[in-house]
């Protein structure tokens, strides 16, 4: 059975950092990229940031270069993608999501397989 648990998120003033969590069991996102997506509310999901199964290299979202770090581990039961989050903004918030990804071309990352967990609240006042 597969399940992905988000987990790390909270509330945190502006200028602060979070690092969220995203357990995968099952292995089934073992030979992809992974990546982090927020759905701020009254918004569509938007994507965050992917890292390659390697986990070699990043690729983020134009507004979170510089302060976000997306980073994994394959370990030998379970996938782990982590998100850390510095410089915090209030326009971070939102609800942080994990999945499988794919490139699908010029830099666009879109999510594969279906699964989702239930996400992770991250809320950042001014």
């Known amino acids: 059975q597969v399940q992905v648990v988000e987990s790390g998120g909270g509330l945190v003033q502006a200028g602060g950092s979070l690092r969220l969590s995203c357990v995968v069991s099952?292995?089934?996102?073992?030979?992809?990229?992974m990546g982090w997506f927020r759905q701020a509310r009254g918004q569509e999901r938007k994507f965050v940031a992917a890292?390659?199964?390697?986990?070699?290299?990043?690729?983020?979202e134009d507004s979170v270069k510089g302060r976000f770090t997306i980073s994994r581990d394959n370990a030998k039961n379970t996938d782990t993608v982590y998100l850390q989050m510095n410089s915090l903004k209030p326009e971070d918030t939102a609800v942080y999501y994990c999945?499988?990804?794919?490139?699908?071309?010029?830099?666009?990352?879109?999510?594969?397989?279906?699964?989702w967990g239930q996400g992770t609240q991250v809320t950042v006042s001014s």
């Open positions: 999945s499988a990804v794919v490139n699908t071309g010029r830099g666009t990352w879109t999510p594969a397989l279906g699964y």
């Open positions: 099952g292995r089934i996102f073992s030979g992809y990229a």
């Open positions: 890292i390659r199964l390697s986990g070699d290299q990043g690729y983020y």
